[in-house]
């Protein structure tokens, strides 16, 4: 078994001691910031296998540059950032890591859900600058005033994996949850969740705090802008960990400073990392640098898949997160 492989960051450990121990040449970009697309190309070029983030850019024209290229395993559920039609042109198998962040990201969704209705990001910091010490009152009937979570209207928009553990943990909360999805789930599903399936336009307006759980794709791009903040229920939070390019972040920005929404809570933006933007001097909005899935526990799973698919693939087996088949089945068994 040999093959090279290039890391774009360094992963837990345990990826890289799976590869070298099965006899693969591994090497690792140092230091936190990417590659540059001539970094990446550079350094991979002669690597058989790519093991990558969610932002480095694959597109065709990084792709068609990495001439002995044969699989991309990246590090993350999504893969956006990968230029599927030049990969299947150019017989290249992309694998990502679903399942095994799941419940880290659910946790994390309802991190920021609580901490935008219970304004605890603005508590600590009305504690931590001194501000509480300075106004001199301790306790006041009408300070820090949020919003209940338990009894609420939890809307769930996008009803995989992420979706679903989102909607499990409103049972603690007894909450009523609606979701809106391309298809809906089995009835049984549903009752289990104690959610309803509902048209979008209702799922909007109905719903007191709407968790955005869609992947980015052509159709989800700003698929949340000014209409349909109009249409929300007003007082509502929104919560967004899934992508940030779903959600219109001038529009919410104007939402939030407007009164219609009441608060949000970002793990994900449009660009990142994120410049400066007027949403970030907004009290009402907890804002988090893209780390739902980041506990030692998701990320050293998310590492030992990716190099359990990188072993599979050159062990000549179907690597088991596939995201492209259609590929495996052209290229059939790969030759070493």
Known sequence: MSARVFFTRELPSVAVDLLRGAGLEVEVWEGWRGPTPEELVGRAKDAEVLVSLLSDDLSSGVLERLPRLRMIAQ???????????????????????????????????????????????????????????????????????????????????????????????????????????????????????NASFAPFEVLLAESDFLAVCLPLTRETQGLLGRREMDLMKRGAILINAARGRIVDLDALHDALRDGRLAGAGLDVFPVEPMPRHPIFELPNVVLAPHMASATVEARTEMAKLVAENVLDFVS????????????WEDVGRPSR
Do not use: C, Q
């Open 316 to 327: 000549g087996r179907r690597p088991r997160t596939l995201v492209n088949p259609e590929v």
């Open 75 to 193: 590090y993350a559920v999504g893969y956006d950032n990968v230029d599927l039609e030049a990969a299947k042109r150019r017989g290249i198998l992309v694998s990502n890591t679903p399942d095994v962040l799941t419940e880290a990201t659910a946790d994390f969704v309802w991190a920021l859900l609580l901490a935008a209705a219970r304004r605890v990001v603005e508590g600590d910091l009305f504690v931590r600058s001194g501000r509480w010490y300075e106004e001199g009152v301790a306790w006041h009937p009408l300070m820090m005033l949020g919003s209940s979570v338990s009894g609420k209207t939890l809307g769930v928009l996008g009803f995989g994996r992420i979706g679903r553990a989102v909607a499990r943990r409103a049972l603690g909360f007894g909450m009523r949850v609606l979701y809106h999805s391309r298809t809906r789930v089995a009835p049984e599903l549903e009752s289990s969740l």
